[in-house]
């Protein structure tokens, strides 16, 4: 139903899934496969069911969140 995927290092990657009824270990290993091959071996996917993803005070949702851009962008003190 919905999805967000978190760059929480250059290195690592977490893709957090509120899943339909559809949903089975096959699927969590397909997404994993799937941006394994596009971000390259040097990334580890983590694939996470849960059953909500929180919204920002904006109320939009954001399908990809760089915790990696987010804390350079804070060390230069700029805007997000």
Known sequence: RE???IQERADRVR???VPDGGFA???RTAIA???GRVLGPGVAVAVE???EIA???S???RYVI???ADRYLDALGGPR
Do not use: I
């Open 49 to 51: 069911t849960t059953g």
């Open 55 to 57: 919204r920002p005070a």
């Open 25 to 27: 270990d096959s699927t």
């Open 33 to 35: 496969a799937g941006l």
């Open 3 to 5: 999805f967000q995927v």
């Open 66 to 68: 760089s915790e990696v």
């Open 59 to 61: 109320g939009k949702h």
């Open 15 to 17: 893709v957090c899934v």
